[in-house]
């Protein structure tokens, strides 16, 4: 039974999301389409790649998430040295060891460039600060004068990735200006994109997994984010949360799994095993109550849509779940 999946951005939190789409893969459901923003750009792009969701819980469960972190040379001066590498390179951390990890996750699939994504389609939004453009990869790369089959997924990603100030920038050459752009965390412009699959008449349903943090709609919460740095971050996912979360609730509940993150902060690098798998189980409970009942017909409906006149599902698939399935 073929579907879409689009996963929310939200850093540590993100093996919440993975919790859900165990849930999805063991009604049976498998990915005709993924996308993602930000840490659910990683998401996106692993399953993409071919793992599955009990895979993925094992990786992300055996991930040291500091590892991210390195210290350099920067890190090394008390006080002012993570403002000093920020403004030299601006960003705190440079992203790469995220990079060569996800490199080397992709590679055990054998995917290194979105050229050797044969089965499932991959979308990854990221924000070009200098253009001043949403980017959507590997769409838009060649409007900037590269090849998209021969462009690094785990790239992509890390470009997604990039938490303004938090991680460097990626500076990408485009091509048309003769410059290089800036390339920042997709969240700045869209941290769920769950529109970016959207058809008149759509031959399978799409499914939205996002990160359902309920203090986040609480005044007075200043004292839970001490420190320059954690405020800045709250500010940020804050600023990238307003907007979907309102067409969320106003247009897309039939079809977005919103996963309780139990008060798990995004700066919470340093997640024990019991705290992952708690929220991965949370992803769980939220899955197995959003499939309760839900019908392919029920979700056209809600969504003013139409069934594809066109479906031609191939000699092993079949229609999207029905009641009672």
């Given at each position: 039974?073929?579907?879409?999946?689009?996963?929310?951005?939200?850093?540590?939190?993100?093996?919440?999301?993975?919790g859900a789409l165990t849930v999805a893969e063991k009604?049976?459901?498998?990915?005709?389409?993924?996308?993602?923003?930000?840490?659910?750009?990683?998401?996106?792009?692993?399953?993409?790649?071919?793992?599955?969701?009990?895979?993925?819980?094992?990786?992300?469960?055996?991930?040291?998430?500091?590892?991210?972190l390195p210290k350099t040379m920067y890190h090394r001066?008390?006080?002012?040295?993570?403002?000093?590498?920020?403004?030299?390179?601006?960003?705190?951390?440079?992203?790469?060891?995220?990079?060569?990890?996800?490199?080397?996750?992709?590679?055990?699939?054998?995917?290194?460039?979105?050229?050797?994504?044969?089965?499932?389609?991959?979308?990854?939004?990221?924000?070009?600060?200098?253009?001043?453009?949403?980017?959507?990869?590997?769409?838009?790369?060649?409007?900037?004068?590269?090849?998209?089959?021969?462009?690094?997924?785990?790239?992509?990603?890390?470009?997604?990735?990039?938490?303004?100030?938090?991680?460097?920038?990626?500076?990408?050459?485009?091509?048309?200006?003769?410059?290089?752009?800036?390339?920042?965390?997709?969240?700045?412009?869209?941290?769920?994109?769950?529109?970016?699959?959207?058809?008149?008449?759509?031959?399978?349903?799409?499914?939205?997994?996002?990160?359902?943090?309920?203090?986040?709609?609480?005044?007075?919460?200043?004292?839970?984010?001490?420190?320059?740095?954690?405020?800045?971050?709250?500010?940020?996912?804050?600023?990238?949360?307003?907007?979907?979360?309102?067409?969320?609730?106003?247009?897309?509940?039939?079809?977005?799994?919103?996963?309780?993150?139990?008060?798990?902060?995004?700066?919470?690098?340093?997640?024990?095993?019991?705290?992952?798998?708690?929220?991965?189980?949370?992803?769980?409970?939220?899955?197995?109550?959003?499939?309760?009942?839900?019908?392919?017909?029920?979700?056209?409906?809600?969504?003013?849509?139409?069934?594809?006149?066109?479906?031609?599902?191939?000699?092993?698939?079949?229609?999207?779940?029905?009641?009672?399935?």
């Amino acid at each position: 039974m073929w579907a879409d999946a689009v996963f929310e951005g939200g850093g540590v939190k993100g093996i919440g999301l993975v919790g859900a789409l165990t849930v999805a893969e063991k009604k049976g459901y498998k990915w005709k389409n993924v996308a993602g923003t930000s840490a659910g750009s990683m998401i996106a792009s692993l399953t993409a790649a071919g793992y599955t969701a009990e895979e993925l819980y094992r990786l992300l469960l055996d991930l040291d998430f500091t590892s991210f972190l390195p210290k350099t040379m920067y890190h090394r001066i008390p006080y002012v040295g993570p403002a000093l590498r920020m403004w030299i390179k601006k960003g705190i951390y440079s992203g790469d060891a995220l990079e060569h990890w996800l490199e080397c996750r992709l590679a055990e699939k054998g995917v290194r460039t979105f050229g050797d994504l044969q089965d499932v389609g991959l979308k990854i939004i990221a924000s070009d600060i200098t253009q001043k453009m949403l980017m959507i990869l590997p769409d838009d790369l060649a409007s900037y004068g590269h090849d998209p089959a021969t462009f690094s997924v785990a790239k992509a990603v890390r470009m997604s990735c990039s938490i303004p100030f938090f991680f460097d920038p990626v500076m990408l050459y485009h091509a048309p200006s003769g410059k290089y752009s800036c390339i920042v965390d997709g969240g700045v412009l869209s941290n769920f994109p769950i529109w970016i699959f959207d058809s008149d008449c759509p031959r399978w349903p799409t499914f939205g997994f996002d990160l359902n943090n309920p203090t986040k709609e609480k005044k007075g919460s200043v004292a839970e984010v001490p420190g320059p740095l954690n405020m800045f971050l709250s500010l940020f996912y804050t600023m990238m949360d307003a907007y979907d979360n309102r067409y969320i609730r106003s247009k897309d509940q039939i079809r977005t799994i919103s996963v309780p993150t139990l008060g798990v902060k995004i700066t919470d690098f340093s997640l024990s095993k019991d705290k992952k798998d708690t929220l991965y189980q949370s992803g769980v409970r939220a899955g197995e109550a959003f499939f309760e009942g839900w019908t392919f017909d029920s979700y056209l409906q809600a969504r003013g849509k139409s069934r594809s006149t066109q479906i031609n599902f191939g000699k092993n698939d079949e229609p999207p779940l029905q009641k009672g399935s």
